[in-house]
């Protein structure tokens, strides 16, 4: 359960309500453990979202 996509997803959206700069990565990783299409794009998109800009 510790590494179960939900979970980190979590953990990605409270990273994000505390501007921290571990979010994106948060999320990527929570994509990549996600089961489903649409979880993952969405996960997908929300980190590539809070990547910097270069």
Known sequence: MAR???LLAT????LELL???????SYREAA????SA???RHLSVRAHRLEPRM
Request: glycine residues 0%; charged residues 35%.
């Open 4 to 6: 179960h996509h939900r």
């Open 11 to 14: 953990r990605a959206h409270i």
């Open 19 to 25: 501007e921290h700069e571990a979010t994106a990565a």
């Open 32 to 35: 990549c453990r996600a089961t």
């Open 38 to 40: 649409p979880e993952r």
